[in-house]
Nanobody, 124 residues
Framework: QVRLVESGGGLVQAGGSLRLSCAASGQTFSNYGMGWFRQAPGKEREFVGGISWSGAITHYADSVKGRFTISRDNAKNTMYLQMSSLRPEDTAVYYC?????????????????WGQGTQVTVSS
């Protein structure tokens, strides 16, 4: 099991930027692909993006492509989500998750451990 703790959320104006972090402890972080998901009030949790175990492969939801960037530092057991050009519709609780394998997927069924989430609020 991997324990995941997100940080970096907050309130930002539209057009602004935030960087979220996901710190991992427990099993070897570098063995696993990771993902970011988000859940807005009254909506289902949705995939934001994912990154392979090495960081070489990333994928993004169409809604964030070109604005968000996922990276990881395996030496620090940490994954990041750099968000720019934020929009009010990006407002949500953001979660990081550990994939069961070294890859990642857009379905939350592929993830075994989840963080507690961090709130991101984008004002218009």
């Amino acid at each position: 099991q991997v324990r995941l703790v997100e940080s970096g959320g907050g309130l930002v104006q539209a057009g602004g930027s935030l960087r979220l972090s996901c710190a991992a402890s427990g099993q070897t972080f570098s063995n696993y692909g990771m993902g970011w998901f988000r859940q807005a009030p009254g909506k289902e949790r949705e995939f934001v993006g994912g990154i392979s175990w090495s960081g070489a492969i990333t994928h993004y939801a169409d809604s964030v492509k070109g604005r968000f960037t996922i990276s990881r530092d395996n030496a620090k057991n940490t994954m990041y989500l750099q968000m720019s050009s934020l929009r009010p519709e990006d407002t949500a609780v953001y979660y990081c998750a550990r994939h069961y394998s070294g890859t990642h997927s857009s379905s939350d069924a592929g993830y075994g451990d989840w963080g507690q989430g961090t709130q991101v609020t984008v004002s218009s």
